[in-house]
Structures are given as C-alpha cells and as structure tokens.
C-alpha cells in the first residue's frame, strides 16, 4: 500500500466515525474515490471562516483531512467538508440499483461517491450550473457510464423521478420541483440555510403519496442555490434556527394550513414537530 493509500484509508475511517455513519460502505467508498483527481493540480487552498491558506505542497496526502478545498475560490465555491457529507450519504440508505440526482455537482467528487453507493445498476444525474465546473465534472466522471452531468440549473430543470435527490448548494426552501420528482420512499437531502448563520441539513423523505418525514441531519451552511431562495423566507430561517430547536421537526406539510405543531412556516410548505401525516388523513 502507498503512503496515499493508507492515508485515505485512515481519512476514510476518520471521517466516517466523526460522521458517525452506521452504513460500512461508506468509509469503503470514502476509502476508494481518489479526492485528488477532481481538485486539479496542487498546491490547493484550503478554506478557514477567515480565508484560505495553501497547502504549498501539490503532495496529494495532504487532502486527506476534513478540510474544504477551494474550487473557485474567487467565487467561494469549495469541495465540501468529508465529514458532513460522509454524515448525510449514511442519512441517504442508498441502496444499490437507484436513481440519484445530484445538483451542485462542482467537479464530481461527492458525485462520484454517490455513484460508487448505487452502482452500475443505478443512475447519477448531477447538475452543475457554473459551465467550467461542470466541464471538468464531465470529463473526470466520464470513466462512469451510469452518471451524467448536465450543465444546467438544478433549480429550474424538471429533474428525473429520483429515489435521492442530494442538494450540495444551499436553498430557503424545498423546491416543490425536487418533492415532486421524489419517488415512493424517495429521499431529499438539501442545506435549508437563512440568510446568514448557522442552517441545517434537512431530509425529507416521502413516505406516502402527499406525506413526508423530515428530519435535520447536522448544522450546515452552503453557497447558495441559484433560484432556490428566497430573502424574505431566508430572513425568517435566521430567527429560526437561531431559538436551535430545529432538532424537533418531524414532518414537511405542503399546501395545508400551518397549525400549532409548526416550527418554520413557509410560503406553501411548512415544518411540524408533528409526525407526517398518515395516508389515511
Ligand atoms: C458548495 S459547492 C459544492 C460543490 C461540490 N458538491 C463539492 O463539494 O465539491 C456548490 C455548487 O453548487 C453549484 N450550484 C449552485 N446553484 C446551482 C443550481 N441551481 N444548479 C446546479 N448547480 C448549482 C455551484 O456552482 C457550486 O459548484
């Protein structure tokens, strides 16, 4: 085993206990997608709240830590944090075989990763909105046949019928274009961020035909979305989570009047305390 190799191994390891994933096969995916073929060459820069500091070495060991590497840096746009995303694939259950769309795909690491999860019988369709990103995303994720890229806005395409649909920018509010593509038992995984300060990773997970579950996986703040937010709602979210009891959502309610269970109201949506509704309800 190379130097490389045992580091990402441990990386993987590490990342995955920080992220506490119960799913073992996704320190073996963590172990196995080389992070260093979609960062460009070396050296990189790392991100800190207050800038970024290069690595001064273009030695690929050094990007195995939890560590948010700059892609754009111009425009803040990074490789996401290991640790949060290895805590929100296991938050996914993907299982072999499904159909995963990915928006926000930067240059494909954390695609790749959700293409080694559902496997050659599944299907990865990721968009990335900004051209040169998603260029490379395409070429350093042409060695898989079961993924396509698509320059294109996430927010705005009408998205394949998904079992995962995994949002990496973050956005005020669920698109009712992502609820809609949800398959039975699908899942969405989006950063549901205010305008400033600390936002969460929300999952929403279809559990009958107009009823979902909604959970927040881990605190989280992302770039934006391009067209999934809105300022008056991402206002309102900064009061939210700043009373940090978004622990007790339960449930995504659409389209129904908000009653005492809510703990965000939304413009056509709102979250409840309130286990998801029954079919029968
Ligand atoms: C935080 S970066 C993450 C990139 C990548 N997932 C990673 O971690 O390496 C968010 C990405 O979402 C993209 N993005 C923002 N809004 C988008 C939209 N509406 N549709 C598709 N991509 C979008 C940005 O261009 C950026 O590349």
Known sequence: MTNVEALRAFYARYIT??????????????????????????????YTLTGYVST???DPAVLYQDILIGLKTDQG????????????????????????????SGTGYYTALLALLTGEAGRVTAYEINPGLGA??????????????????GADAVLPRSDLIYVSAGATHPLNGWIEALN?????IFPLTPNRGLGGMLLVTRVAADSYAAKFICPATFIECIGARDDATGESLVNAFESNTHDAVKSLRRKTPADQSAWFVGDDWWLSTSEPLDAAD
Not at 84 to 93: E, G, K, P
Not at 136 to 153: G, I, K, P, Y
């Open 17 to 46: 206990a920080k992220g506490a994933c119960r799913d073992p096969r996704i320190e073996d995916a963590f172990a196995m997608v080389e992070r260093e073929k979609y960062l460009g060459p070396g050296p990189w820069n790392a």
């Open 56 to 58: 001064d070495t273009s």
């Open 77 to 104: 746009i990074n490789n996401g944090e290991p640790s949060l995303h290895a805590r929100c694939l296991d938050a996914a259950a993907i299982s072999p075989g499904e159909t995963i769309t990915h928006i926000g």
């Open 136 to 153: 490379h995303a395409t070429s350093n994720l042409a060695h898989l046949a079961h993924v396509r890229v698509l320059d294109e806005s």
């Open 184 to 188: 039975e038992s699908g899942r969405l």
